[in-house]
């Protein structure tokens, strides 16, 4: 059984992996979680290249709206597992080794990810318990 901080490099991974595809961080993102799954064995690396092409396939038919949601976090979790099954096959050193490599991709996509950002203005608000009632402003920039 892994360790919660394993399964969090794991799930950061699945992420990283939905999120690159589509960007230009895709070609590094593919190319080095298919270096990791693969372990060495060229037929294992592009057998898991060609999963990563179906994910980018299966993102791009789902276009936007709630579908897209919805198959995005599919997604992520299927990746997520397939990095935790390697991860608990991996000898102690070897785990933190390819923890490691994983955190750098995931770096990597988030240095790459276009930015995102948000800002609330709730200056002329009133805050009732746990509500905001007032109006204000409220700036989204999501960049995908």
Same mark, same amino acid.
């Given at each position: 059984? =892994?360790? @919660?901080? =394993?399964? $969090?490099v794991?799930?950061?991974?699945?992420?990283? #992996?939905? /999120?690159?595809?589509?960007t230009?961080?895709?070609?590094? #993102?593919? %190319?080095? +979680?298919?270096? #990791? &799954?693969?372990?060495? @064995?060229?037929?294992? @690396? /592009?057998? @898991? =290249?060609?999963?990563?092409?179906?994910?980018?396939a299966? &993102?791009?038919?789902? !276009?936007d709206?709630?579908?897209?949601?919805r198959?995005q976090? +599919?997604l992520?979790t299927?990746?997520?597992t397939?990095?935790? #099954? =390697?991860?608990?096959?991996l000898?102690?050193?070897?785990?933190q /080794?390819? $923890? !490691?490599?994983?955190?750098?991709?995931?770096?990597?996509?988030?240095a790459?990810?276009?930015? /995102? *950002?948000?800002?609330?203005?709730? %200056?002329?608000?009133?805050?009732?318990? *746990?509500?905001?009632?007032g *109006?204000?402003?409220?700036n989204n920039?999501?960049?995908?």
């Open positions: 059984m =892994l360790v @919660e901080g =394993l399964i $969090a794991a799930a950061a991974g699945g992420g990283a #992996i939905v /999120q690159a595809a589509g230009d961080a895709w070609a590094g #993102i593919r %190319s080095g +979680v298919a270096r #990791i &799954l693969g372990r060495g @064995e060229a037929g294992r @690396e /592009q057998a @898991e =290249l060609e999963r990563l092409d179906q994910t980018r299966e &993102l791009q038919s789902a !276009g709206g709630a579908g897209s949601e198959v976090t +599919v992520a299927r990746w997520q397939r990095l935790e #099954i =390697l991860l608990e096959q000898p102690g050193e070897e785990r /080794q390819v $923890a !490691g490599e994983l955190q750098a991709l995931v770096q990597q996509a988030h790459q990810a276009p930015v /995102q *950002s948000t800002h609330n203005d709730f %200056s002329n608000a009133t805050f009732t318990d *746990s509500q905001v009632l *109006s204000g402003t409220q920039t999501i960049n995908r």
